[in-house]
């Protein structure tokens, strides 16, 4: 039984939603990866250090969400370039990182347990029961918000990579260090900015979490399967691909819930990782 | 007396059976159940994931694979519980072998993407158990499942099977480490390519590798499925035990046997002391920590770091190793070589990459007994040439026929063990095993297939026919290029081959150095090899080859002796360009 256009409609539009989620979380995680080599698990924990941040700020210190954005988002920048400068001084293999960033993710885990416990945390605000209504579809506020600042941050990453002469810089750096620094280009310092910017994403996505969803400290490890296969479906480096694929993610899971069942919608994104895998594996 | 290591692990195994006498609390069982519980799954990770480096993030696919087929069968098939244990084995072994089947074939899905696509499967996999009837959503209950009455507390029984597996997977491990499948597995982990070309049938060892590590891993699912008594997806499938098994491999060392029963041991441990102290939380941030100072300060693990100091550290390089005319086992001629025809010709022989034609209808011979000079410009086509006989790039046309028999259709390993051997231009040792090692492995997996004793004889002769008797324990990194240049002929040596085949070997060396070559390569022709001798250094193709062959473009365009080859006009040519005036 095939449902109606109307929910059809409202299932791609969440997906879209869900989608830029994944596209902003992808989008820090893909930068490092990409460019500095390194796969930063912990920017999972890092965006929910945010969130549960952005929840204290406001919960208790009563400030308006959208303005710990400005807090936020700059901490993690610094905490980023203490992350890279601390990283840097050891010869760290991709995978190593991998694990360092695990270790670094069960420490903020277990911080975050430790300041608010296990237990689910929801923040209240105006915003979350903002909506629009466009047609016959429901547009949330949060959620709308979500996609506009993933846009912003992925475009605007693209567009300064692409045009600018520091992007330039930052793209020879991570083709050939080496080389590139022959010609001039400061590796180190650009790696550093790069690292801080990651982290700040995931600041800003923390703030998204906040503002959308219900927090538990063993959430971190629930959006990794599926950011990566964002990360991975939209090419590693590449600022604009978490957001696409993201969204045909987003997309395709939702079409499942709707047209299936709920549950059967991670098999739709991790198939697919699979399938990009394997193209992508293929013997030359 | 010394006792052997499997007498260590047998009586190890013995003295924690005696556990459940001393009648202590369950809660102490317990415990040291999921200590051996951890250490089964993480040395059956390590059987694959640590010696072949092929790290995996589907462990948990594999154990919660085992769960499943427990609880599916003892509470829908009301099979007795220990029966359930093989049929978990075989079923995550199945599992790993159709994955490996796909994924092993595929050049590229090493290091992350592997880690990443096993992570995957996990997930497909607990998709489709959490919505068909293996599990329906509910979870599976085992609460009615008889506990088999080994001993008289089901928490005695649950430690000594858990005990038992973890001693027999122990047992498992360290013969794998010290059979030749370990050995080829440590050479996939330094360079699978090279690996392949020496004789290690690379895709046979990791399914093999990949197997054996389900399968126990499935196993201790099983066990554990009734240890918990109430299974559910989101538990098993979750991203923690690979994760964890991980931690404990890389904290004990992933290149020994023992290091994850190590590693396992201190955080199953550590945990332990956390939560009876009241502070699983700090105890979870403590294994963080321990994490992040291990992979950054001692990378090598603990049993790693520990083994590696007792390594003598050689002397610095001395700066140049005399070859000792030693006199080594003779090389053996190819088999049954009609004496007449040629022992390798090639015919029609096309290789492109993405539209550039490397290598565009090559034909040629090699004589026995000869060497053949192949030698042209940059981006000839030489090295491809070799890469293509060797059987690591596969032909788009042609045949390569050696000693009567025709190469199509061989693996790179399979064509090793028909007596062709190869060095590198570069030289690619295998960075964390010895010298010895390094030559030892392809007296293993070369034409004879001598055993380990015959193969570190072998290797010692090579060492000392080319000058690093006295460097045989030494790692490559402390060899300078000269002497990892003899260690690439070495090796290649010790596979006793009937055709040799040199890739620029002489390339970086001195002018003294490039005498001592000259004078071991004719050394090797004089033991009864055929070479094949790729090189841009024109003193040492004038004097050693008996004829050439150049290639430009990937075509032949001249074949003769030396001296005659080398003023023909289009040779030139090829070399120096079109004079101006021509």
Known sequence: ?284 | MKIPVFGWIAIGGLAFAAVPFLQLPAFYESFLYLMCFWIVLATSWNILSGYSGYFSFGHGAFFGAGMYTTATLATKFDWPFLWTLPACALVAALLGVAIGTVVFRMDRLRGELFALLTLAVTFVLATVVLNTKIDGGQGVLLSGVAVPSLLARPSSTFYLLALAMAVGTLAIAYAIYRAKLGLGLFAIHDDEDVAEVLGVPTFRYKIIAFAISCALAGMAGGLHALFISYVTVGETFSIIVPLNVVLMSVLGGSRHWLGPAVGASVITGLLYAFTAGNYPVAGRAAVGLILIVVILFMPEGLLGRLIGKKRPKTAKPAADAKPVAADPAPLRPGPSVASDGPLLSVSGLAKAFKGVRAVDGVDLEVRPGEILGLVGPNGSGKSTLINLVSGHYRRDAGRIVFAGRDLAGLEANEIARTGIARTYQIPRPFAHMSVETNVALTARFGREALDAQAARAEAGRWLEFTGLTDKAQALPEDLNLHQRKFLELARALAARPSLLLLDEVLSGLTPSEIDHAIRTIRQIRDQGATIVFVEHVMRAVMELTDRIVVLNHGKVIAEGLPAEVMNRPEVVTAYLGKPQHA
Not at chain 1, 53 to 82: C, E, M, W
Not at chain 1, 183 to 206: D, I, K, P, Q, T
Not at chain 1, 233 to 258: F, H, K
Request: aromatic content about 10%; glycine content about 12%; proline content about 4%.
């Open chain 1, 1 to 284: 039984m095939m449902p109606s256009p109307t929910l059809l409609g409202q299932a791609v539009l969440s997906g879209i939603f869900i989608g830029a989620l994944y596209g902003l979380l992808g989008l820090g995680l893909s930068l490092s990866w990409g460019m500095l080599r390194q796969i930063n698990l912990a920017h999972f924990a890092l965006a929910f250090l945010g969130a549960y941040l952005t929840y204290q700020l406001t919960s208790v210190g009563g400030l308006d969400p959208l303005l710990t954005l400005f807090i936020v988002a700059p901490a993690f920048f610094l905490f980023g370039v203490g992350m890279h400068a601390l990283l840097a001084r050891f010869a760290i293999t991709p995978f190593n990182s991998l694990l360092v960033t695990f270790g670094l993710t069960v420490i903020i885990e277990s911080l975050i347990q430790g300041i608010w416990t296990a237990d689910y945390r929801r923040m209240e605000t105006h915003y979350g029961t903002m909506k629009y209504k466009l047609g016959a579809f429901y547009i949330p506020f949060t959620e709308f918000l979500t996609l506009v600042m993933a846009a912003l941050l992925s475009i605007g990453t693209w567009a300064i990579l692409r045009h600018t002469d520091l992007g330039k810089a930052m793209r020879a750096a991570a083709e050939d260090g080496p080389i590139a620094a022959a010609f001039g280009v400061n590796e180190r310092r650009l790696a550093l900015m790069l690292s801080g910017f990651s982290a700040g994403c995931a600041g800003v996505a923390g703030v998204c979490l906040a503002l959308s969803y219900t927090l538990a400290p063993a959430q971190i490890y629930a959006w990794i399967g599926v950011v990566f296969a964002a990360v991975m479906i939209g090419g590693l480096g590449n600022p604009l691909g978490p957001l696409i694929a993201g969204a045909v993610i987003g997309i395709s899971e939702a079409l499942t819930m709707a047209v299936i069942a709920p549950a059967w919608a991670p098999l739709v994104s991790f198939s697919l990782l699979i399938l990009v895998l394997l193209v992508r594996g293929k013997r030359t």
